[in-house]
Each structure stands twice: as C-alpha cells, then as structure tokens.
C-alpha cells in the first residue's frame, strides 16, 4: 500500500467522518484493511497515495493542496525518521508516526531551507496551517482573485459579432470559478463589480459606474455572484467532479437569468410601463442560452486542463 507520510498519522486518528463522503468511505474501508492485516506493506509515497483516489483535491493525480500537504509530509518524515520510497509493515510504520507525538503534547513549525522546507522545531503539535503557510496562501489567493477580476474584465470587452452580439464576460465567470475554485471565483467576481461601481470601465463596451447596475441589465450583472456562491455551495458539498460542476454552473447560471429578468422587469417597467415575462425573456435570455453553454463548456475544458498545474504552483 502507498501512504504519504501524513496519511500515516491519519489513519491512527481516523474516527470516521471526514470532509467529503466518498473520501471517508474509501478511508473507512483502507483503515479496516489495515486492522484486519496489521502486517500489510507501506511504502512511503510522495504525491497522491492508494488513500487519495477519492479525495476530491486529488485531480487526475494532481493533489490541488499540494503547498499545504507538502508541508504536512515534510513535517512528519523530520519528526519520525522516515523517508520517501522507504518500505515497512503497518504496525512498525504506526508505532514509528505514534511514538514522537505521544511523549508530549507537540507543534510543527517550518522553516525554508537551501532545498525547500525543513523542519524547524517542535512544540504544541496541531496539524492545522502554521503562520507561515496561512501567509502563503493568503498571498495565493489575492493573486487568484485579483487575475480572476482582471480576465473577467478583459473578456466583458471581447464582443463576438452574430446576429444577437455577446461577449466572452460569462466564460470569464465560469472559467474563473473553476480555476480557482468557488471561493476565490466569487471573490474574483465581487471584486470585478466593485471595480465598475468605482467608476474603471470594466464592464462590456468599456462602460463603468454605478449606472449600469440601476439600468434595466444591470442585475444580470449583480446575478453573477449569486452564480458564484452557487457553484460554490454546489461543488462544496458534493465535491469538484465534472458532473457536479456542470450541474453547479447550469444551476447558477438560470438563478443569474432569473434575478436578471426580474430585475429587467422591475427597471424597465418604471421607465415605459409593464412588459410581460415572455419578451423579456426573448430579448435578455433565451438568444444567449446556446452560446452561454457553449462557453461553459469551454471554460470547464479549459479550466480542468489547467487548474492542477495553477493550484500545484
């Protein structure tokens, strides 16, 4: 069996409930194995392990915490004298991962070194993020958001000639919450729509301010971030699979064209008077239905081909 270092302290403190479900099952199933046969062999593995198949950060063998991880497996091979390729029987691998942490009440803390991270020193364990990874991705995610906030502005500028004009800016969207995930993706695009209200031309044609959004389209433009948070609830609980992302973005998608429409109605009926539903959809929704799939397809193709190597940087 191939266990990363981490995985080894895990499975000691596995009780049976996890962050996803299909993980935990897998888990549950690996851990009696092991029970079962407590001299099964464990090779120290480096990467994804026969424990991450199902684990919904583990794309096509990609781990997409790789930084977090990382530093889990550096830890524990320091703290227990194991290392990568090395091959021992669960119960010699168990009592080698238990025996440092049981002694004392321990902490991991990193320091970089001339060959990546070292371990530094031990105190108060906790496997949770030190200070200077939390740093790290902190710093991560603003990059992600502020390159997610600057590609959905450049596409809201890229008009694409038919008989109904449309722009790339929903691709953007899509693309952007599958890249970069849910959390960051609605950030990215918070933070777009903050940029226009300010007054910089973000929005298609080059248009700015808070004019757009008080203008009979402007709430398809606000439906954005309900597409988001949607897509973000979505893949949470059911976990980064392609289906679930499609069904997710199809879901947020109609809830964006719903509070558009309504809001289409509301503005456009103060300024000339009642429109019925059946127009506005013809006018706001059902000419962009067939390119906005088009372009969640793309964005998903796109997205999935470069998110591990974007997440793994």
Known sequence: MNVRPHHLLCIQKFTGHGYHADFTAHMTSMVSKLTENSKTQMTVAQGCDDLCKMCPSNISGVCTSFEKVALMDSAVLSICNLAYGETVV???????????????R????????????????????????????NKKFRTIDLVYIALGAVLIAICSWISIPTTVPFTMQTFAVFFVLSAFGGKRGTVAIIVYI???????????QFTS?????????????????????????????????????????????????????????????????????????????????????????????????????????
């Open 106 to 133: 321990t902490s991991i803390t990193f320091a970089p070194a001339a060959n990546g991270l070292s371990f530094a020193g031990v105190r108060r364990f906790t496997m949770n993020n030190t200070t200077e990874m």
């Open 194 to 204: 903050l940029l226009g209200a300010v007054g910089i031309p973000v929005f298609a």
């Open 209 to 313: 301010g808070i004019g757009v959004f008080l203008g009979s389209t402007g709430g398809y433009i606000v439906g954005f971030v309900l597409m988001g948070l949607v897509y973000w609830l979505i893949v949470r609980f059911l976990g980064k699979k392609l289906w679930v992302e499609i069904l997710a973005m199809v879901i947020g998608l109609a809830v964006c064209y719903s509070f558009g429409t309504v809001w289409f109605m509301i503005v456009y009926a103060q300024a000339n008077g009642a429109v019925g539903i059946a127009m506005v959809l013809t006018w706001c929704v059902i000419p962009f239905i067939i390119p906005d799939l088009i372009k969640l397809g793309l964005a998903l193709a796109l997205a999935r081909r470069i998110s591990p190597v974007l997440k793994e940087k």
């Open 90 to 104: 669960w119960t010699e691998a168990a009592n080698k991962v238990r025996e440092p942490f049981s002694k004392r």
